[in-house]
């Protein structure tokens, strides 16, 4: 079965950065991030097609850069200018269609693969 591995969570001060890192066990067309926060519904952040095209929360545009290194099936996510909105769990997820559309799209519901989650606070 397909396993993802997240890993890079932890506190940072508003302002600060973080990297998180996903493992995936095979290649998958759309890897990408989404977070949950107490008492508020998923949310996708990031994602990244087959193609390398990339879809963006509009709270973290300009903040955050997700990336992926194919050879290696890890997804990445670069996280800058941390606020403490930012703080949430982090979900690592993936989907087996190739079609680009439903990977922008970033529905949970969508997606076939999740990782357990790792844990981001940001602090004031």
């Known amino acids: 079965q397909v396993q993802l591995v997240e890993s890079g969570g932890g506190s940072v001060q508003a302002g600060g950065s973080l990297r998180l890192s996903c493992a995936a066990s095979?290649?998958?067309?759309?890897m990408g991030w989404f977070r949950q926060a107490p008492g508020k519904e998923r949310e996708g952040v990031a994602h990244?097609?087959?193609?390398?095209?990339?879809t963006y929360a509009d709270s973290v545009k300009g903040r955050f850069t997700i990336s992926k290194d194919n050879a290696k099936n890890t997804l990445f996510l670069q996280m800058n200018s941390l606020k403490p909105e930012d703080t949430a769990m982090y979900y690592c997820?993936?989907?087996?269609?190739?079609?680009?559309?439903?990977?922008?799209?970033?529905?949970?519901?969508?997606?076939?693969?999740w990782g357990r989650g790792t844990q981001v606070t940001v602090s004031s």
């Open positions: 997820a993936a989907l087996r269609t190739s079609d680009r559309h439903t990977c922008a799209r970033q529905n949970p519901a969508d997606f076939d693969y």
């Open positions: 095979t290649y998958l067309y759309c």
């Open positions: 990244i097609d087959r193609l390398g095209s990339t």
